[in-house]
């Protein structure tokens, strides 16, 4: 074999063998999430609090998480249609937030967190 063709191949079985071992990890991304991805998140939370379904999107996020990344592509897959109804920028967003795994429980956080304020300043 020429030594560039060589190198060359060494190169990308090194890149895909990289590739693959972090496929199937488990860790979640240690970045923090943004302003904006927070704020999006209490957004999400207060019209669920609102419309008194938080029980209900609790039991779908909890039974729904391990899926999450198989939505976020399809989110990216629909963008074109769903931009019709939805700000564009906020479905790529939501796209990107479901990517992680720790998303959906820090939403439900933030969901529970926000129904408990709302049951404990109407008593």
């Known amino acids: 074999m020429r030594p560039l063709f060589k190198d060359h191949l060494t190169k990308r079985l090194r890149d895909l063998?990289?590739?693959?071992?972090h496929a199937f990890s488990t860790h979640?991304?240690?970045r923090p999430l943004s302003m904006d991805d927070i704020a999006l998140?209490?957004?999400i939370a207060d019209?669920?609090?609102r419309r008194g379904m938080s029980a209900p999107a609790t039991m779908f996020l909890d039974s729904m998480g391990p899926m999450n990344f198989l939505g976020s592509?399809?989110?990216?897959f629909l963008t074109p249609i769903i931009d019709c109804a939805f700000n564009a920028k906020e479905v790529e967003q939501v796209a990107r937030l479901l990517e992680r795994r720790e998303t959906i429980s820090q939403l439900i956080a933030v969901i529970e967190a926000r129904s408990s304020g709302q049951k404990a300043s109407a008593q």
């Open 41 to 43: 998140m209490e957004r």
């Open 47 to 49: 019209v669920l609090v």
């Open 73 to 76: 592509q399809a989110l990216h």
């Open 28 to 30: 979640s991304d240690s």
């Open 17 to 21: 063998r990289t590739g693959l071992r």
